[in-house]
């Protein structure tokens, strides 16, 4: 939260100062009905302009971004022309003079180069230009230039120079934050085939080797259990959206555990307790499955006698309870906080690092798991999962190529 807060104070305090010079230009005594000073509208007027012209920026420096910022920048600094260039060409030229474009790109090259913003006088044989001076504010990420703000006007103007380095920070501030975004998104995706290349081969080798042990002997029940493997890694191997829903979460671990079950036989029982209004819930990708799987994994496994597995999902107001508890083997709490640390290999605990993590990452830290275990004791473990996080969507029921 605090870095949240850091970067919105970044996004927002430069344009409270080109506020001001806007303010100022174009102040106005106001009518009777009017609350609050002319300086006062005009810095919520910049504000509002502002948050029209960000949600674009944070898709990154594109020609289509640029487009659609671009009227918003240049109403922020009241030129009569701007222009967002990325280190080759100009994205989009907002206003009178386009015919500068060439020129313009040609005296960007040191700014590019240096990351330091200037002001030149434009050379122009239009008689009826109304730009003669351009303003060059470089557009910085991780003090790596990725392309310039350039503002023209009538003449040269030390307030805008001031103003559109201002609102070049501001915009510097959104690429940044799609920067951050595409790199979170890059995470989750490269910790969900972290995951996939964790479990698959374990279960699929599992699974082929059930299916075909009733192939001779019960050849409907080896097509019944082929279908829902087929199911199974359908689901798993989708290509589409970080999140699902826990009904179709819940639906894979459906599949999975028939096949468990085929594996193991009446060594294994499961009860399922679920509210209907938790259904549609959305979570990450990925996120039960591992979990039930490593219950399976410590309830039989080193174990000789049955074991049970209950699942259950409650409504708690916000939330969504979801508990995964087994009465298996157990873990030792100091190699289970290992396995968290990311110390300790895939052998130590299916995926529980790894839906910590993605937990953690896209609700806050105090969303990861709640495990509670001990040796001989099984092991519960408790997810919550808020019913609405900014963000967290579902790419939609999946359904059959």
């Known amino acids: 939260m605090s870095g949240f807060l850091a970067g919105l104070c970044a996004a927002v305090l430069p344009l409270l100062a080109a506020g001001f010079w806007i303010g100022r230009r174009t102040a106005r005594p106001g009518s009777p009905g009017d609350l609050g000073t002319p300086i006062e509208h005009a810095t919520f007027q910049t504000l509002h302009t502002a948050s029209l012209a960000a949600p674009p920026l944070r898709a990154g420096l594109t020609g289509e971004t640029a487009r659609k910022s671009a009227r918003g920048l240049r109403t922020l600094l009241g030129t009569d022309a701007l222009c967002l260039t990325d280190l080759e060409e100009v994205l989009v030229w907002d206003g009178a003079g386009g015919h500068h474009r060439a020129e313009v790109m040609e005296r960007l090259a040191g700014s590019l180069e240096t990351g330091r913003g200037e002001a030149f006088r434009l050379s122009c044989e239009t008689p009826d230009c109304p730009v003669r001076w351009a303003v060059v504010a470089p557009l910085t990420v991780d003090d790596r230039v990725h392309g310039a703000l ?41 910790e969900i085939k972290a995951l996939r290349a964790q479990i698959s081969p374990h279960f699929i080798f599992n699974s082929l080797a059930v299916i075909a042990s009733f192939v001779r002997t019960d050849p409907e029940r080896a097509r019944e259990l082929l279908l829902e493997f087929a199911d199974f890694t359908r689901y798993s191997f989708r290509r589409h959206g970080d999140f699902t829903t826990l009904a179709d979460e819940l639906h894979a671990i459906d ?25 549609p819930v959305t979570l990450p990708f990925l996120c039960l499955q591992p979990l039930v799987e490593n219950a399976v994994k410590h309830g039989l496994e080193g174990k000789a006698d049955a074991c049970h597995i209950q699942i259950t999902a409650q409504d708690a107001g916000a939330e969504a309870l979801v508990v995964i508890e087994d009465d298996g083997v157990g873990m030792d709490p100091a190699l289970l906080r290992r396995i968290l640390a990311g110390e300790v290999g895939p052998s130590g605990g299916i995926g529980l690092s790894n839906v910590d993590d993605r937990l953690r990452q896209v609700y806050g830290d105090d969303r990861g798991l709640v495990i509670e275990t001990a040796v001989g004791a099984g092991m519960k473990i408790t997810a919550r999962l808020p019913k609405y996080q900014p963000g967290v969507h579902s790419a939609g029921r999946l359904t059959a190529d």
């Open 255 to 279: 599949h999975y555990l028939a096949l468990v079950r085929a594996r193991f036989g009446d060594r294994l029982s499961v009860t399922l307790q679920i509210a209907p209004e938790v259904l």
């Open 150 to 190: 350039v503002a023209c006007a009538p003449r040269e103007s030390a307030v805008l120079v001031r103003a559109a380095g201002e609102v070049a920070r501001w915009v510097s501030v959104q690429l940044e934050l799609a920067d951050l975004d595409r790199s979170r998104t890059r995470l989750i995706e490269a």
